[in-house]
């Protein structure tokens, strides 16, 4: 595996004051990046960076609240967070249980993932550059396209 990244194990992360830790046992998948209104909202820039891991990998310790909405699209979404710093964990799909959505920049010891794709470019900052190369969406990404690019 040449494109491994210089991950150590367990793969850590934590809110910023904390209070809730998580260990992810196994590898996260390649990321997405969103530059949506809503992902510019969360994560108080430009776009965020989500890696997505099986629901009973993410272990969590400490005490979560969730922020719930619904999507432009009409789905919902569960946002988790620190209640003490506020910090976004995860985000999670209740009609897809078994995947959580990990906020990257919340990981310890690994690299945020390159993002593999692109959604929402349709809102994205113009200052915010893609590498060629990398797939792009004007809005979101349909349950077909996301398999092609994460097989799986
Ligand atoms: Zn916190
Ligand atoms: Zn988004």
């Known amino acids: ?3 491994a990244l210089p991950l150590t194990r367990p793969l850590t992360g934590s809110c910023q004051c904390g ?10 998948l390649a990321a997405l990046a969103c530059h949506c209104k809503d992902c510019q909202k969360l994560s108080a820039s430009a776009y965020s960076t ?18 719930e909405r619904t999507a432009d699209s009409g789905r ?5 967070f620190c209640p003490d710093c506020g910090n976004r964990i995860y985000h999670q799909d209740p009609e897809a249980p078994g995947m959580k959505r990990l906020k990257a920049g919340t990981l310890n010891n690994a690299p945020i993932p390159e993002p593999k794709v692109h959604v929402w470019v349709s809102r994205k900052q113009p200052w915010v550059v893609i590498p060629d190369g990398i797939p792009t969406f004007e809005e979101g990404i349909t349950k077909d396209d996301y398999r092609k690019i994460f097989r799986r």
Not at 50 to 67: M, P, S, W, Y
Not at 76 to 80: G, I, K, M
């Open 1 to 3: 595996m040449s494109n």
């Open 19 to 28: 209070a809730v830790t998580y260990e992810v046992t196994e590898e996260p």
């Open 50 to 67: 989500t890696v997505q891991v099986r629901a009973d990998a993410l272990k969590i310790t400490g005490e979560l609240k969730v922020f």
């Open 76 to 80: 919902r979404n569960f946002a988790y």
